[in-house]
């Protein structure tokens, strides 16, 4: 079975800083997906980004980006000139084509003015 | 714009009631999923569904069932409801054969047993 883990439970950076999350998993597949939602106050789950693991190229999405490190089983988010807006629950969650996502225990984000 | 709608957002029941949940999907989707989530745990999947009366058990699916006679709605159903099961439920849905980026969740449904 697919574990996902997130050793941070709280986080917090200054606003127009950097910050960056962590996420480990295992697995024994090859071919799978890897991604960080987003999840504010209101409780709706918000996709931020998504990695293939057969692309060595690390995705971004505009002040996000990650840091894969297929080998260490390492998906990392980085977060540049945070935002308030950026205030959430951070999950990192794993795919593999059996049609589920596997969660971790996810990342309480705090940005101080 | 696409929906995963939870008729519930906030539910107060007594331990021993019958509880349904229910979630509508707009979107043709196969797969339906039902979600449970507490802090410091996450998000855990109680059950799943990929099609219309087919269904298979997540990680956590004791004390809970699951119905889907349409395509676009999927019921959780809690037979008897105890406090351990206070919790904030996710429905969400997708495509068969995506690859997982195109899951959509509705808001939550937060259910507290006294």
């Known amino acids: 079975a697919q574990t996902v883990t997130q050793s941070q439970p709280e986080m917090s950076v200054q606003e127009a800083e950097t910050v960056t999350l962590s996420c480990t998993y295992d697995?024994?597949?090859?071919?799978?997906?890897l991604f960080w939602y987003k999840q504010p106050p209101s409780r709706q789950m918000i996709l931020v980004i998504r990695?293939?693991?057969?692309?060595?190229q690390n995705a971004t999405e505009n002040r996000f980006s990650v840091n894969f490190q297929k080998a260490a089983k390492s998906f990392s988010l980085k977060i540049s000139d945070s935002q308030l807006g950026d205030a959430a629950m951070y999950f990192c969650?794993?795919?593999?084509?059996?049609?589920?996502?596997?969660f971790g225990t996810g990342t309480r984000l705090t940005i101080i003015p | 714009d696409v929906k995963v709608t939870q008729s519930s957002r906030y539910l107060v029941k007594r331990t021993g009631e019958k509880v349904f949940l229910e979630c509508v999907q707009d979107?043709?989707?196969?797969?339906m999923f039902w979600y449970r989530q507490d802090p410091g745990l996450g998000l855990r999947l109680i059950y799943f569904?990929?099609?219309?009366?087919?269904?298979e058990k997540g990680d956590i699916p004791e004390g809970y069932s699951v119905s889907r006679e349409k395509k676009e709605r999927f019921s959780l159903i809690l037979e008897s409801a105890s406090t351990n099961q206070t919790s904030m439920y996710l429905c969400?849905?997708?495509?068969?054969?995506?690859?997982?980026?195109?899951?959509?969740f509705g808001e939550g449904s937060w259910l507290t047993v006294v």
């Open positions: 969400a849905s997708s495509f068969f054969g995506g690859s997982g980026n195109t899951i959509y």
């Open positions: 697995t024994s597949e090859s071919d799978y997906y």
């Open positions: 990695q293939e693991a057969y692309k060595q």
């Open positions: 969650a794993f795919y593999f084509g059996n049609e589920k996502l596997t």
């Open positions: 979107m043709d989707h196969e797969n």
């Open positions: 569904s990929y099609d219309v009366k087919m269904k």
